[in-house]
């Protein structure tokens, strides 16, 4: 697998400058890679390019050497909001996937089984999703896209509209989750801490130019742990970088 | 029971009424005002010789399969003015207007090209439904939220499965009661349709009881209409409706 970000330019029709300019960038099989950057500089922008769900200015995103035209399941998103269906519940929510890709009843409830077990949501499979927690309902999208067991898995801020003490239990689950199913994740965040704690590699991205403003590998060793010194240290530089950026 | 006990003092209230106004002082003439008592009798009298059972079935059956008819096309062209950004800029606006049209308004042409017969009404019927109908459905797939359609779409959706597993229940809730309405208006375009042609059915038998000077059938017919109207409401729309919204948590009770 290979995901390939190529001079990948993106210019709203009433902005004066390009949000995204010249991204170039290579997600490799298994990486975890974590985008920051302040509010506005386009994170959520270069997101949707990937998914699909937006179209480049000029550039492009390339997935096994192929351009992406549209969206699709080899780049399953998981959304700040969850987007979960209210009138399914929680399994048949995670089963969604599956049954438009036509796998078999069977199949469908064993991966299912096997995804709700691993966000600790099995219990609560039968329930309908305006009875679960805000986040409860995360872990079950998150059960949705990894039983697509995509490509590459985007997600955008998906713990930021929850309480701080959920959301920290959350990318505990999933760093957790990460190394047991090395699954190659392109995540977004606007919080240096998360991408500090869940990431192989830290990508800057600066509101002023659109463009990368610096690249930070992590070489923590997992699990990691937000009061080690070293997770203090790293996570001091890149929040200084990240506001060097914003004005 | 407090809506029975409320109807019965409505009943005794008319009743006294037409005591005092046209038996005591004369205000009113007898044949121009009802009362409990004649439409009782009128009732009794229609019944045994099954001209209100007659009446009612028929025009139960020409409602419901004019409303199916509206349904169709109606979902059709609600559908259509939704897909295309010609038509939901040019047409729809059109749609809107016609939709305002009383159903009134369509007999001359119905009468003109079917002539008195059963596709008049239902002609009549469908044209005062189906605009409405298409109205909904547009509006109800407009408002499904762009997350679900972005979701599906990055699950791996195609066009034919986004419509048929995400759109059509998103917007289920809203759909419902568009048809509602849509009923409502199919129920009163029929009996535009009705009074004005020949054939048997409630709209006919209110005609009759109008050319008898028989106002007691007039009302008579009058309470049968909304009674019919209200019992396909609560029976099949609210019934639905209900359903709908509780298994999605979207009502107070459980």
Same mark, same amino acid.
């Given at each position: 697998? %290979?995901? &390939?970000?190529? *001079?990948?330019? @993106?210019?709203?029709?009433? %902005?004066? $400058?390009?949000t995204l300019h010249e991204i170039d960038l290579e997600v490799k099989s298994g990486e975890f890679v974590c985008i920051v950057g302040a509010s506005g500089c386009g994170k959520s922008t270069l997101l949707n390019l990937v998914a699909g769900l937006e179209q480049?200015?000029? *550039? $492009?995103? /390339?997935?096994?050497? @192929? !351009?992406? @035209? *549209?969206p699709g399941s080899d780049r399953t998103v998981m959304f700040q909001e969850h987007g979960l269906f209210p009138w399914l519940s929680v399994a048949e929510n995670v089963k969604f996937g599956m049954k438009l890709a036509g796998v078999s009843k069977e199949q469908q409830e064993q991966k299912a089984k096997y995804y709700l077990e691993m966000v600790n949501l099995w219990d609560y499979r039968d329930y309908p999703i305006h009875q679960v927690s805000g986040g409860m309902r995360q872990r079950t999208a998150l059960a949705r896209s990894l039983t697509m067991e995509s490509k590459v898995l985007l997600m955008d801020e998906p713990f930021s509209a929850?309480? @701080?003490?959920? %959301?920290?239990?959350?990318?505990?689950?999933?760093?957790? &989750?990460?190394?047991?199913? $090395?699954?190659? &994740? /392109?995540?977004?965040?606007? %919080?240096? !801490?998360?991408a500090v704690y869940l990431a192989d590699r830290v990508v800057v991205l600066s509101p002023n130019t659109g463009k990368v403003a610096e690249v930070v590998t992590v070489e923590l060793k997992r699990p990691r742990h937000v009061y080690a010194p070293e997770f203090v240290e790293l996570r001091h530089k890149i929040l200084e970088e990240v506001r060097g950026e914003a004005v | 029971m407090g809506f029975l006990l409320f109807l019965v003092i409505l009943v005794a209230a008319w009743q006294s009424c037409y005591w005092i106004g046209v038996d005591l002082l004369g205000l009113w003439k007898p044949y121009a005002m009802p009362s409990p008592v004649g439409v009782a009798q009128s009732f009794l009298q229609l019944c045994e010789d099954g001209e209100l059972f007659q009446a009612t079935a028929n025009s139960l059956l020409r409602g419901i399969s004019g409303y199916v008819i509206a349904v169709i096309i109606g979902v059709a062209l609600g559908l259509l003015i939704n897909r295309s950004r010609y038509l939901q800029k040019n047409l729809k606006p059109l749609v809107l207007g016609i939709q305002t049209l009383p159903s009134v308004c369509w007999v001359p042409f119905s009468i003109l090209w079917f002539g008195l017969s059963t596709q008049a009404i239902l002609f009549v019927v469908v044209m005062g439904a189906a605009f409405s109908i298409a109205i909904s459905v547009d509006n109800a797939i407009?408002?499904?939220?762009?997350?679900?359609?972005?979701?599906?779409?990055?699950l791996g959706a195609t066009k034919k499965q986004l419509y048929l597993h995400v759109i059509l229940p998103a917007c289920l809730p809203e759909l419902v009661t568009g048809m509602k309405q849509g009923w409502s208006f199919a129920w009163r375009a029929l009996m535009a349709g009705e009074v004005m042609t020949t054939s048997i059915g409630l709209g006919q038998t209110l005609i009759m009881g109008r050319d008898l000077a028989d106002i007691n059938q007039v009302m008579l017919v009058m309470l049968v209409i909304v009674l019919v109207g209200i019992i396909i409401d609560k029976c099949i729309f609210s019934v639905a409706e209900q359903r709908i919204l509780k298994k999605r948590g979207l009502t107070g009770g459980n």
């Open positions: 697998m %290979s995901l &390939i970000l190529q *001079g990948l330019c @993106k210019r709203f029709d009433n %902005s004066e $400058k390009d480049p200015t000029s *550039g $492009k995103v /390339l997935l096994d050497d @192929k !351009e992406v @035209k *549209g929850l309480d @701080k003490q959920t %959301s920290n239990r959350l990318r505990e689950e999933l760093q957790r &989750i990460w190394m047991e199913t $090395k699954q190659t &994740i /392109l995540f977004i965040t606007h %919080s240096v !801490e998360e | 407009k408002n499904v939220q762009p997350i679900y359609t972005k979701a599906a779409l990055t």
